[in-house]
C-alpha cells in the first residue's frame, strides 16, 4: 500500500495524469460503477444470519511468483529456496479443500494503477474503480458491505491499513471496522477481550508501515477474536506487512512477513475448526491487493506486471475439477462473496463457476 501523500501523488499525478487514462478508463467505468446495487435503506433492515459465512482475507502486494514457484532463488542468501508449499502451508492446506487460482488462469487487479486502494475498491464493489492512486476519498459506489447490512447480515473489518475503510462502504454508518490504528467503528459488542485489544493497538508504533498503520500482528489477533466474539456473516481482514517491508527492498523479511501472514491464515482454519459446522460451512478467500514489479520493489501504472496476483477459494461451494476457465479479476472477490451471502453481485465466469454453472 505505502501511503505517502508527497511521493505517491506526484508519481499518481505523472503516471496517471488526467489525460490520455482517464479518456481511456471512461467509457468502460461509470462514477458509481459497483456490481451492487442499494436496495434497501437503513430504517428497514430485518437482521438474519447466514449458515454459509465468508471471510476474505486480503495480503498486501504480494507476487504470485512467491505464491506458485516459492523463494526467488536469486534473492535467497544462506539457504535453499523454499517451495510455495514449504512458505504457505496453511494456504496450501486450504487449497487442498478448494482451488488456488493464478497459474492456469491469471487474477489480475483491472487497474490501470496498480496500487492498493483502486485494488480494495474494486475488491469491495465488484468492479473496476475510477480511483487511480491512494488519495481517493471514500467509494461513492454501494460495496458488499452495504449490500450485506442493508440485507440484514452482519459485515465486520479489521485491516492494518487504515485507508481499506474508505473501499469498504459507500456507507459510513453501515460498517463495522477497525482500519489502521484508529480509523472505523469497530462494536464490541460487550466483548472485553476486543475492547483491550482496540485500546493496545491505539498505543502501538505503525512500523513497519507509517502514519495510522497497524502491524499485521495485532491485526491478526484482533481479526481472529471478531471472528470467535462476534461471529459475523462475512469477516474482511487486510494485512500489509509484505507491502511494506517490500518498498522497503527487504526480500528476506518480505517473506517473513508472508509466512506470518500464513499463519495468520493458520489460526483462522484452527478458529473455524473449532466452530464446527459453521466453520465447515465457511468459505475462505485469500487475496492480494495487486502484485509487484520485475524489480520486486515496486508496483503501480508503470509496471503492467504488476496487475498479477492469485486468488484462493476454499469451502464447501467451491467446485472440484476445472477452474473458472477465464481470468478472475479483483472484483470476482465481492462478486463471489455476493453470490455466496445471496446478497447479489454480478456474473461473471468466476460467479457462475462459483455457483456450479
Ligand atoms: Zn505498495
Redesign the pocket.
Known amino acids: 500500500?505505502?501511503w505517502r501523500p508527497l511521493l505517491v501523488g506526484a508519481l499518481g499525478l505523472f503516471v496517471v495524469g488526467h489525460g490520455a487514462s482517464h479518456a481511456l478508463a471512461e467509457p468502460r467505468v461509470s462514477e458509481v460503477q459497483s456490481a451492487f446495487s442499494r436496495t434497501a435503506t437503513r430504517g428497514r433492515i430485518r437482521p438474519r444470519t447466514t449458515a454459509e459465512p465468508v471471510v476474505i482475507v486480503a495480503i498486501?502486494?504480494v507476487r504470485p511468483r512467491e505464491v506458485f514457484e516459492g523463494e526467488d532463488p536469486a534473492r535467497v542468501q544462506g539457504h535453499a529456496p523454499r517451495s510455495g508449499r514449504e512458505l504457505l502451508p496453511n494456504l496450501y492446506a486450504l487449497a487442498d479443500a478448494g482451488r488456488l487460482i493464478g497459474s492456469d488462469e491469471a487474477v489480475v487487479a483491472s487497474g490501470p494503477a496498480y496500487?492498493?486502494l483502486p485494488g480494495y475498491t474494486e475488491m469491495f464493489t465488484g468492479s473496476p474503480s475510477r480511483c487511480a492512486s491512494?488519495e481517493c476519498g471514500r467509494t461513492r459506489a454501494p460495496t458488499l458491505v452495504d449490500a450485506a447490512v442493508l440485507a440484514g447480515l452482519r459485515a465486520s473489518v479489521v485491516t492494518s491499513w487504515e485507508r481499506i475503510c474508505l473501499a469498504a462502504a459507500q456507507d459510513p454508518e453501515l460498517l463495522d471496522a477497525s482500519c489502521g490504528r484508529h480509523e472505523g467503528h469497530l462494536d464490541s459488542e460487550g466483548d472485553t477481550l476486543i475492547e483491550s485489544l482496540l485500546e493496545r493497538d491505539a498505543a502501538l508504533s505503525p512500523s513497519p508501515g507509517a502514519a495510522d498503520y497497524r502491524p499485521d500482528w495485532a491485526t491478526a489477533e484482533l481479526a481472529i477474536r471478531v471472528l470467535e466474539a462476534k461471529r459475523p456473516d462475512v469477516l474482511f481482514v487486510g494485512l500489509g506487512d509484505t507491502?511494506?517491508l517490500?518498498?522497503a527492498g527487504n526480500y528476506a523479511a518480505y517473506v517473513t512477513a508472508l509466512g506470518r501472514a500464513d499463519a495468520f491464515l493458520g489460526a483462522l482454519r484452527a478458529t473455524l475448526a473449532a466452530e464446527g459446522e459453521r466453520g465447515r460451512n465457511t468459505t475462505v478467500m485469500v487475496v492480494t491487493d495487486?502484485g509487484r514489479s520485475y524489480g520486486f520493489r515496486?508496483?503501480?501504472a508503470a509496471f503492467p506486471e504488476s496487475r498479477f496476483g492469485f486468488l484462493l477459494v476454499s469451502g464447501p461451494r467451491v467446485p472440484r475439477g476445472e477452474g473458472p476457465g477465464a481470468e478472475v479479476t479483483l472484483g470476482d472477490v465481492g462478486r463471489g462473496a455476493g453470490r455466496l451471502l445471496g446478497v447479489g453481485g454480478e456474473d461473471s465466469p468466476f460467479t457462475t463457476w462459483l455457483s456450479g454453472r
Open positions: 500500500m505505502r498486501d502486494g496500487v492498493s491512494n507491502d511494506e517490500a518498498h495487486h515496486d508496483h503501480g
